[in-house]
């Protein structure tokens, strides 16, 4: 209730959403977290994983949580599930810029956040068994094969604040 700074990202791609709320206090540690996440496990876990890393440090020390971070405390994740981590680093990010944009003041290495955080497609070289090579394009996250509805209704109070590119209207 209240939070000190809240950020909310999502991949369109995948359908994940998460929403970080911040409790900072007057020194500038962060004194709760508390996280929302619409999604698979692995966005669920990294998270949650996010939200122990930062709780109980200062707003600089929080800043360098990154994704690498989170996938080691989680002992890895699966290259198809790499996105989710990367999600969890800006969610923090962009609850941070909310706590700095609500309090005027400027975190030192700290850019506006995106909403909308999307794969991008890798060039990767394979070997062919002939002597020519052709570059081929692959998507870095998970190929979706199923249509499965991967979401719940939202309540009008959690709607406030998603991008909405989400929006299923």
Request: glycine share 6%; hydrophobic share 35%; charged share 30%.
């Amino acid at each position: 209730e209240n939070p000190s700074g809240m950020g909310t990202v999502g991949n369109p791609k995948c359908g994940d959403i998460m929403r970080i709320y911040l409790d900072i206090d007057e020194n500038q540690v962060i004194r709760d977290v508390k996280f929302k996440t619409f999604g698979c496990g692995a966005a669920v876990a990294t998270s949650s994983m996010a939200t122990e890393l930062v709780k109980g440090k200062t707003v600089r020390e929080a800043m360098t949580v990154t994704n690498k971070a989170v996938m080691e405390a989680l002992d890895g994740l699966p290259p198809v599930k790499v996105h989710c981590s990367l999600l969890a680093e800006e969610a923090i990010h962009a609850a941070l810029w909310d706590y700095a944009q609500k309090n005027g003041i400027t975190i030192e290495g700290l850019e506006k956040p995106k909403d909308n955080i999307e794969e991008e497609e890798e060039e990767e070289e394979i070997p062919a068994a002939s002597a020519f090579t052709q570059p081929v394009s692959r998507p870095s996250a998970r190929v979706q094969t199923e249509e499965k509805p991967r979401y719940q209704e939202l309540e009008e109070d959690d709607r406030e604040g998603i991008p909405s590119f989400f929006s299923r209207r």
